[in-house]
């Protein structure tokens, strides 16, 4: 399955940015799909995750309550909903796709897109 992301840009602290992952060449349904980023010298973490049927979901403590994970199936796209931005936000996020359920490691996912930079301004 290929995936590409897209969405970022630069925000100011306190604002908000949807990202979309479309993915193609494959049953998008068939993948569980999560979201990742990377901040410069940081390794990569995991953000949140959602299973095949979008009902099991996780997302990381830092991000709780903030930001919402969503797919929709019939158009083989993940979203992102990111609210309440601060700096620390600040990384490219990649969107990854990897078994039916809802995983939260990076060794769990298979396919990768190429990642898009959020930058949120203080």
């Known amino acids: 399955v290929q995936l590409q992301a897209f969405g970022g840009g630069l925000v100011q602290a306190g604002g908000y940015l949807r990202l979309s992952c479309a993915a193609s060449g494959d049953t998008f349904s068939n993948y569980g799909m999560g979201w990742f980023r990377r901040a410069p010298g940081t390794e990569r973490e995991f953000v949140a995750s959602v299973d095949w049927r979008g009902s099991t979901i996780y997302y990381a403590d830092s991000v709780k309550g903030r930001f919402t994970i969503s797919r929709d199936n019939a158009k083989n796209t993940v979203y992102l909903q990111m609210n309440s931005l601060k700096p620390e936000d600040t990384a490219v996020y990649y969107c990854?796709?990897?078994?039916?359920?809802?995983?939260?490691?990076?060794?769990?996912?298979?396919?990768w897109g190429q990642g898009t930079q959020v930058t949120v301004s203080s």
């Open positions: 990854a796709a990897g078994p039916p359920r809802s995983a939260v490691w990076s060794w769990q996912y298979d396919y």
